[in-house]
């Protein structure tokens, strides 16, 4: 009876790491199913992201073309950084749109390795950020320029005839020859004087020799002068935009008549006014 015994529990042992072995070799074969599943739905997710990696770098790099070509446009950039600059028709190997058709296989690509594909991230962010940067400065840029142009003298002050020309002259007043400073504009006493461009009035007071008198300050060295008004439309201090009226035409300090004296000054230094009006 006792061999008996023996002999069942040997066979109960036997039996049981039978089974013990055949559950855990069930379990792992489920186990490498489960790994290659996962394995293959990483390798479709890496493969996508290396597809999508390219269609992202592609249109970085037109981005980076259409980059410089805004840049020289602007004035910040030499031509000679682009390749290829349009010379009067459409650069051709560039399309009109940055839209990428997404790329298509004729077989299945081999996925890149995930540390590549984080290198290419890492690399899109970095050039993505240059651009950034850069369209940020022509965009300062362009909004100083917008600023500049607005406080550049571009218009007439008044209406009225053209008389004593900037340079040099016969005094109308005391008959000898002398340095104008400015432009003569010859009207009907009270017309409309109006500011050229945008500024500051720093002087709205009555001098000896411009009489009544308007000097407004543009930014960018700019400054205008409006000499022998009858009366002011605006105080020292007030801002002035392009068209707006700032004093009316009189005859007031050393005038013969009524007409309006206007100097345009770039750094202090007398400019011909009539270089400053396009329209």
Not at 20 to 36: A, G, H, P, Q, V
Not at 112 to 134: C, F, G, S, Y
Not at 238 to 265: C, M, T, W
């Amino acid at each position: 009876i006792k061999n008996s015994i023996a002999a069942f529990v040997v066979l109960l042992l036997i039996f049981g790491f039978i089974i013990f072995d055949y559950l855990t070799i069930s379990f792992d074969k489920e186990k490498m199913k489960r790994l290659e599943r996962d394995n293959t739905k990483k390798e479709k997710t890496i493969t996508q992201l290396s597809s999508n990696i390219k269609n992202i770098e592609a249109r970085l790099n037109k981005m980076a073309i259409y980059k410089e070509r805004i840049s020289v446009a602007m004035g910040l950039t030499s031509p000679e950084a682009l390749q290829e600059v349009g010379t009067g028709g459409p650069v051709t190997n560039i399309p009109n749109s940055i839209d990428v058709p997404p790329t298509t296989f004729t077989e299945k690509p081999t996925p890149q390795p995930v540390e590549n594909i984080l290198d290419q991230t890492k690399n899109i962010r970095l050039e993505a950020k240059k651009i950034e940067d850069t369209l940020k400065f022509v965009e300062n840029v362009m909004e100083e320029q917008k600023v500049r142009l607005a406080s550049t003298p571009a218009i007439w002050p008044t209406k009225g005839y053209l008389t004593s020309s900037f340079g040099y002259r016969i005094h109308p007043l005391t008959g000898k020859r002398s340095f104008h400073h400015g432009q003569d504009i010859a009207t009907q006493y009270g017309n409309k004087i109006i500011a050229p461009a945008d500024g500051v009035v720093l002087i709205a007071e009555t001098r000896d020799y411009y009489g009544k008198l308007i000097v407004i300050d543009h930014k960018f060295g700019y400054t205008t002068r409006y000499g022998h008004l009858a009366s002011f439309n605006v105080k020292e201090g007030d801002r002035v935009k392009r068209g707006q009226v700032i004093g009316f035409v009189g005859n007031s300090g050393r005038s013969s008549a009524p007409h309006l004296h206007y100097e345009v000054r770039f750094h202090d230094k007398a400019q011909n006014p009539m270089n400053y009006i396009i329209d």
